[in-house]
Nanobody, 125 residues
Framework: QLQLVESGGGLVQPGGSLRLSCAAS????????IGWFRQAPGKEREGVSC????????NYADSLKGRFTSSRDNAKNTAYLQMNSLKPEDTAVYYC??????????????????WGQGTQVTVSS
């Protein structure tokens, strides 16, 4: 079964950090660029970040640059989203997605092949 599984979400105080993981099963993640998205209650899904299949390129939503960092460990078939200086407005369900691509550049708005089920991130005191 081909799937992505996110983990690492939870409740964190403003200013805190979380690292989300996106683990692939049933396929080799190193052939795929990874996108991260989030959806807050009552809002549309928002692109957060992407990382190319090699890990050599990343992109971020302008509002998140400097606080969020995408990375990946292809040997572990896992991608990560490090989130620092979290704010209440970062509260959302976070999703990872994968698109088969050898492009050295990634595009957050790409057409993704697989999606994870999401993990809840709540930033509150």
């Amino acid at each position: 079964q081909l799937q992505l599984v996110e983990s690492g979400g939870g409740l964190v105080q403003p200013g805190g950090s979380l690292r989300l993981s996106c683990a692939a099963s049933g396929f080799t993640l190193e052939y795929y660029a990874i996108g991260w998205f989030r959806q807050a209650p009552g809002k549309e899904r928002e692109g957060v970040s992407c990382i190319s299949s090699s890990g050599g390129s990343t992109n971020y939503a302008d509002s998140l640059k400097g606080r969020f960092t995408s990375s990946r460990d292809n040997a572990k078939n896992t991608a990560y989203l490090q989130m620092n200086s979290l704010k209440p407005e970062d509260t959302a369900v976070y999703y990872c997605a994968a698109v088969r691509s050898w492009d050295p550049q990634c595009v957050i708005g790409d057409e993704y092949d697989y999606w994870g089920q999401g993990t809840q991130v709540t930033v509150s005191s």
